[in-house]
Nanobody
């Protein structure tokens, strides 16, 4: 059974940083493509970042240069390091195993 559990969300000031974690189980993590998405109030869920089995990464334009996706295969965990946060980054952040497995999400609020 695939399970993805996000953590690390919370309240942060504009310009601040936060690191999200996604603990994975129920599948062979090391050969899986992992992704991060987010959904802001009143908007659709959008792609943020992806990481492949050999560490190749891909980012949405909105987060390039600010967010970094990484993985630790020994811990079956994928991370999203978020820097220079903006109020428009406020959303529920979701972990995904390609193509269609999702976690429950973790809330990130960027506000002064």
């Amino acid at each position: 059974q695939v399970q993805l559990v996000e953590s690390g969300g919370g309240l942060v000031q504009p310009g601040g940083s936060l690191r999200l974690s996604c603990a994975a189980s129920g599948f062979t993590f090391s050969n899986s493509i992992m992704r991060w998405y987010r959904q802001a109030p009143g908007k659709e869920r959008v792609f943020l970042a992806a990481i492949g089995s050999v560490g190749t990464t891909n980012y949405a334009d909105s987060v390039k240069g600010r967010f970094t996706i990484s993985r630790d295969n020994a811990k079956n965990t994928v991370y999203l390091q978020m820097n220079s946060l903006k109020p428009e980054d406020t959303a529920v952040y979701y972990c995904n195993r390609f193509p269609s497995y999702w976690g429950q999400g973790t809330q990130v609020t960027v506000s002064s």
